[in-house]
């Protein structure tokens, strides 16, 4: 087995792609030595630069949509807080919180299938302030939007769109069915199309195999994704995930370290779920991973901006603002 990672490492290494088979066969290798590889070829091709962020909930609750993990879709009975879009001063006010503390990247997220275009004028108008007041990258998550909206949100200073396909293709519709994720990806490649780069990745946990992560890294290849968060499922009360086993660290680390073979050159980050690790995600750090969010998720606490720094420090990453 050794000789097999060695040989699917160097190809990486080399430049070249590997295919489902070769990792699937990663999927069976020894944990250590698997992680390790993952991180030589992590250096390899990021060196140490690290790429952080924050997420805002600019908008929560009452979703029209029945993802099955999410506590605010109007499906499920949750206890989640629910409000409308925020205004320009409370979301000038968290990036400059945010800036203040080293973060070079901020992000808004909206629940919602999508903004109405009444929202998408107002929420421009908060990014064009924001940009002029913060020196800080703004990233949105506003939905299933088209071009247009996209280059209204380009124009106002935006430089990237995150939308999650959350699990493979053929396991997708187990986890939603109000929407697909060819829906996803058209929105992705309007993103795209009117000159944002996109971020996107998935949830582990739902209940799918090993195979149909993998799956996912190669669809999120294929589409040229850089910036791949991966959530591990926080099992929130009254949504039908409640009772999910959660993840191992272990689990993790496998599952980061197979996505760094596959996307050698993409920052993968540690999203939703990381608080729930007892190591906060430090050896996923070690085994692939050169991304995270930072501070509170969108429903649930998250990890402080110091202890994450602190850790990034002592690991000797470099937070950067990473070049779109």
């Known amino acids: 087995m050794e000789n097999q990672l060695e040989m699917i490492k160097e190809k990486v290494l080399q430049g070249g792609q590997i295919e489902k088979e070769e990792a699937l066969v990663l999927a069976q290798m020894p944990l250590e030595p698997l992680c390790l590889a993952a991180d030589e070829i992590r250096q390899k091709f ?21 993802c099955k993990y999410c506590a605010q879709s109007s499906f499920y009975d949750t206890d989640v807080e629910t409000y409308p879009l925020l205004g320009t ?12 503390r080293g973060v070079p990247r901020y992000s808004i997220v909206t629940s ?39 280059q209204k949100i380009k124009e106002a200073g935006a430089v ?13 519709s187990k986890v939603c069915t109000t929407h697909t994720q060819k829906d996803k990806i058209a929105s992705l ?4 199309k009117a000159g944002l780069s996109i ?12 195979e149909d992560r993998i799956d996912l890294a190669l669809t999120l290849r294929e589409l040229g994704v850089t910036s791949v968060p991966i959530n591990m499922l926080n099992p929130i009360p009254g949504t039908p995930y409640e009772n999910n086993k959660r993840l191992t660290e272990e689990e993790m680390r496998w599952i980061v370290a197979i996505y760094r073979f596959l996307l050698p050159r993409s920052f ?21 991973a050169n991304a995270a969010i930072t501070g509170d998720m969108l429903t649930t606490a998250g990890i402080t901006i110091k202890s994450d720094m602190e850790m990034l420090e002592e690991l000797e990453y470099q937070v950067v603002k990473v070049t779109e």
Do not use: P, W
């Not at 952080?52 to 908008?59: A, D, S």
């Not at 990237?160 to 997708?172: D, M, T």
């Not at 999203?271 to 995600?281: I, Y």
């Open 46 to 66: 990021c060196g140490n630069a690290f790429d952080l962020c924050t997420i805002i909930n600019g908008k929560c609750g009452k979703c029209s949509e029945d």
């Open 89 to 100: 001063q409370e979301l000038i006010r968290q990036a400059e919180y945010n800036r203040e």
């Open 112 to 150: 919602g299938k999508r903004l109405n275009q009444k929202e998408v004028e107002q929420v421009c108008e908060s990014i064009r302030e924001i940009r002029k007041l913060v020196d800080i990258s703004v990233c949105v998550s506003f939905g299933l939007l088209g071009e247009e909206e996209f």
């Open 160 to 172: 990237r769109v995150h939308n999650n396909l959350e699990a493979s293709e053929k396991y997708f």
């Open 189 to 192: 490649k309007a993103a795209q």
């Open 199 to 210: 971020c996107s990745g998935g949830i582990m946990g739902l209940g799918e195999t090993m």
């Open 268 to 288: 993968i980050r540690l999203a939703g779920g990381r608080g729930l690790m007892e190591d906060q995600g430090r050896k996923c750090f070690q085994s692939g």
